[in-house]
C-alpha cells in the first residue's frame, strides 16, 4: 500500500522501519518540527525525521496541520491508501481521517480501552500494573476513542522502568502494525467499538507528578518512580532543597513516620504510609552531583530524624 507515516520519537522508528521491510510504499513521513534540546540547547531533529531520512523518504514538519492548507494540498497529491499514527504528538483533524480509502491506523501503547491518552506506558508502569499491551485502531475525532483492530498483550516485569517496556511496546507495536496493514488490505479486519465503561485515561505527565508523597506505600512510590522514567522521575525536599531521587528500592524497615528519614549503615531509608519503607540508592541535591546514597550521606551528614519534603 502506499502509505503516509506520522510520528515522532523513538518508539515510532520501529514501525517505520517494519512497514519499509513489508514492502509499503511511505510516499511521505510526518513529523514534529526539530526542538532545541540539550545543555546547548542545539535544534535536534525527531529520530523519525532521521530514520525517514535514511530511507530517501520525504519528510514535512508542519508547526500546525489544523488549517494549514499547505499541508493538505501535499497530503492530498499522495493520496495514500492509509495514514499511519505513531506517537506523534498532534491530534489528527477530521479532514486527515477523512482522506485516505482505509482511514488513519494508530498504533497506542496500551490495551485499549484502558490508559487512553498521552502517556499510557508510563501510567500503566506508576499504577502497578503486571500486564499491558499495544492495540492498533482507526482513528476518530475523539482521544483514541476508534474502533479497535488488534491487540496484543506485554508483561511488565516488576522491576521495570517504562523505559523498558517502551522497548517491548515498540517490538511488538511494529509488528502489530504490519499484522493489522495486511489484514487492511485482505478485507479480513473489521473495528471493534470501544467498552466506555471500561476507559481510563492516561494524561500528559507534568513536573509535579514526580513530587514524592510519603503518604503512599513504599511499593505504589517504587512504582511511580518506574513510571516516570525518565522524566519527571522522582524528587522531594530535604534541607530546604530539591533532592532528585534517581535510584531506589522497596524497603524492609518498618515503623518509620512517613516522610522521615532513617540512616542504617550506609543505608537512606525513608518512611511511607503502612509504616513501610523505601530506600534511596542514588540521589543529586539541588546544586550537586549525584551520588550514591552512601557517599551522600557521610558527605552531608545527615542523621536519622530528619524529616523529607518540608
Same mark, same amino acid.
Given at each position: 500500500? +502506499?502509505?503516509?507515516?506520522?510520528?515522532?520519537?523513538?518508539?515510532?522508528?520501529?514501525?517505520?522501519?517494519?512497514?519499509?521491510?513489508?514492502?509499503?510504499?511511505? *510516499? /511521505?513521513?510526518?513529523?514534529?518540527? &526539530?526542538?532545541?534540546?540539550?545543555?546547548?540547547?542545539?535544534?535536534?531533529?525527531?529520530?523519525?525525521?532521521?530514520?525517514?531520512?535514511?530511507?530517501?523518504?520525504?519528510?514535512?514538519?508542519?508547526?500546525?496541520?489544523?488549517?494549514?492548507?499547505?499541508?493538505?494540498?501535499?497530503?492530498?497529491?499522495?493520496?495514500?491508501?492509509?495514514?499511519?499514527?505513531?506517537? @506523534?504528538?498532534?491530534?489528527?483533524?477530521?479532514? #486527515?481521517?477523512?482522506?485516505?480509502?482505509?482511514?488513519?491506523?494508530?498504533?497506542?501503547?496500551?490495551?485499549? !480501552?484502558? @490508559?487512553?491518552?498521552?502517556?499510557?506506558?508510563?501510567?500503566?508502569?506508576?499504577?502497578?500494573?503486571?500486564?499491558? $499491551?499495544?492495540?492498533?485502531?482507526?482513528?476518530?475525532? $475523539?482521544?483514541?476513542?476508534?474502533?479497535?483492530?488488534?491487540?496484543?498483550?506485554?508483561?511488565?516485569?516488576?522491576?521495570?522502568?517504562?523505559?523498558?517496556?517502551?522497548?517491548?511496546?515498540?517490538?511488538?507495536?511494529? %509488528?502489530?502494525?504490519?499484522?493489522?496493514? *495486511? $489484514?487492511? *488490505?485482505?478485507?479480513?479486519?473489521? $473495528?471493534?467499538?470501544?467498552?466506555?465503561?471500561?476507559?481510563?485515561?492516561?494524561?500528559?505527565?507534568?513536573?509535579? &507528578?514526580?513530587?514524592?508523597?510519603?503518604?503512599?506505600?513504599?511499593?505504589?512510590? @517504587?512504582?511511580?518512580?518506574?513510571?516516570?522514567?525518565?522524566? !519527571?522521575?522522582?524528587?522531594?525536599?530535604?534541607?530546604?532543597?530539591?533532592?532528585?531521587?534517581?535510584? #531506589?528500592?522497596?524497603?524492609?524497615?518498618?515503623?518509620?513516620? *512517613?516522610?522521615?528519614?532513617?540512616?542504617?549503615?550506609?543505608?537512606?531509608?525513608?518512611?511511607?504510609?503502612?509504616?513501610?519503607?523505601?530506600?534511596? &540508592? %542514588?540521589?543529586?541535591?539541588?546544586?550537586?552531583?549525584?551520588?550514591?546514597?552512601?557517599?551522600?550521606?557521610?558527605?552531608?551528614?545527615? +542523621?536519622?530524624?530528619?524529616? /523529607?519534603? &518540608?
Amino acid at each position: 500500500m +502506499k502509505l503516509v507515516f506520522c510520528g515522532t520519537p523513538e518508539f515510532a522508528v520501529g514501525t517505520l522501519e517494519a512497514v519499509i521491510r513489508a514492502g509499503h510504499e511511505v *510516499a /511521505l513521513a510526518v513529523t514534529q518540527p &526539530d526542538r532545541a534540546a540539550g545543555r546547548g540547547m542545539e535544534l535536534q531533529a525527531p529520530p523519525v525525521k532521521r530514520a525517514a531520512a535514511a530511507h530517501g523518504i520525504a519528510v514535512v514538519q508542519p508547526e500546525k496541520i489544523r488549517n494549514n492548507e499547505e499541508f493538505s494540498e501535499r497530503l492530498e497529491g499522495v493520496r495514500p491508501d492509509a495514514i499511519v499514527v505513531v506517537a @506523534y504528538g498532534r491530534m489528527i483533524p477530521q479532514w #486527515m481521517l477523512e482522506l485516505p480509502r482505509l482511514g488513519c491506523i494508530n498504533l497506542h501503547g496500551s490495551l485499549l !480501552p484502558k @490508559y487512553r491518552g498521552a502517556a499510557p506506558i508510563q501510567w500503566a508502569v506508576a499504577n502497578g500494573e503486571r500486564v499491558t $499491551g499495544v492495540t492498533t485502531m482507526r482513528l476518530d475525532e $475523539g482521544l483514541d476513542t476508534g474502533p479497535m483492530l488488534l491487540a496484543r498483550e506485554v508483561a511488565i516485569g516488576a522491576q521495570e522502568t517504562a523505559v523498558d517496556v517502551f522497548r517491548s511496546l515498540a517490538v511488538v507495536g511494529a %509488528e502489530l502494525m504490519v499484522e493489522t496493514l *495486511a $489484514g487492511l *488490505a485482505e478485507g479480513t479486519l473489521v $473495528g471493534r467499538k470501544q467498552d466506555e465503561a471500561q476507559a481510563t485515561l492516561a494524561p500528559i505527565l507534568t513536573r509535579e &507528578d514526580g513530587a514524592i508523597d510519603f503518604s503512599r506505600t513504599a511499593r505504589q512510590i @517504587y512504582d511511580r518512580w518506574r513510571g516516570f522514567q525518565p522524566w !519527571p522521575g522522582a524528587h522531594t525536599r530535604l534541607r530546604g532543597k530539591k533532592l532528585i531521587v534517581h535510584r #531506589m528500592h522497596v524497603g524492609a524497615e518498618s515503623g518509620i513516620e *512517613a516522610g522521615v528519614l532513617r540512616v542504617v549503615g550506609d543505608e537512606m531509608v525513608a518512611g511511607c504510609g503502612e509504616r513501610c519503607s523505601v530506600v534511596f &540508592d %542514588e540521589v543529586q541535591l539541588e546544586g550537586k552531583r549525584r551520588m550514591s546514597a552512601a557517599e551522600f550521606l557521610h558527605g552531608f551528614q545527615v +542523621k536519622s530524624g530528619e524529616r /523529607l519534603g &518540608d
